[in-house]
């Protein structure tokens, strides 16, 4: 008998997003007619109704949400937990909601436009592998680094500019986040890397675009004209 895969995403938004400016942290300012937030579950969602669902609040704005979801009549099941200090403070407390045997991922919020198809590859890979997977797509842009005499040039095709949803066996990622924090965690794979998890690379797709500025949201707002409406 095959097992049933079991599947739960973690979708941080515990941060202000002070980048985008506003009054309200962006996670909660609409892009189309819903906010944000709002899209990113619905995409989980849609991939697999049974999926478990954590979502990461910040603190003191659990009420606040809740009146969205009554304003916008947001019914997708949800569980919610309070962010912490840093995200890898609210990835962790998210991971407490989630038990050991599943399949987890770990989502950006501010990435509203992630596709079925991709959340899919990102799970399948990482179920079939028992090994972290992270969607990446190449860099474009010519990048140099940093030096202690002024920088140098880097070969833009040995880079490689890293997505979400992180998929992870929740086990494992759960163990991961047993260490202290550190500030060179950038993301779920770096910590699970420094665990001894091993890293899979996936295609990401160029419209999972992460909104982090004002100018991302004026590109978002275009480019929600051009997707099919839920």
Not at 13 to 24: S, V
Not at 45 to 54: G, K, L, N, W
Not at 98 to 109: I, L, R, S
Request: glycine residues 8%; hydrophobic residues 35%.
């Amino acid at each position: 008998m095959i097992p049933e895969k079991k599947r739960s995403i973690i979708i941080v938004a515990g941060g202000k997003g002070a980048r985008a400016g506003g009054e309200q942290p962006k996670q909660f300012r609409p892009v189309g007619d819903r906010p944000m937030l709002m899209r990113s579950i619905e995409a989980f969602y849609d991939y697999d109704y049974r999926m478990r669902i954590v979502v990461v609040l910040p603190e003191g704005f659990e009420s606040y949400w809740q009146q969205l979801c009554d304003e916008h009549q947001f019914r997708l099941p949800h569980q919610v937990t309070r962010g912490g200090e840093t995200r890898f403070h609210s990835v962790k407390n998210g991971l407490g909601l989630v038990a050991d045997e599943e399949t987890v991922g770990v989502h950006d919020a501010a990435r509203p436009f992630v596709t079925g198809e991709l959340i899919g590859r990102c799970f399948d890979a990482s179920y079939n592998n028992r090994c972290g997977v992270i969607p990446v797509v190449e860099e474009v842009n010519s990048v140099r680094q940093l030096t202690e005499k002024g920088s140098r040039m880097l070969d833009r095709k040995l880079l490689r500019v890293v997505q979400t949803p992180q998929v992870f066996p929740a086990a494992a990622l759960k163990k991961a986040y047993m260490t202290d924090y550190d500030p060179t965690f950038t993301d779920d794979a770096s910590v699970a890397e420094k665990s001894g998890v091993h890293i899979l690379l996936v295609e990401g797709e160029e419209s999972n675009i992460k909104i982090t500025t004002a100018f991302d949201f004026t590109v978002a707002a275009q480019y929600d004209k051009l997707m099919p409406k839920r």
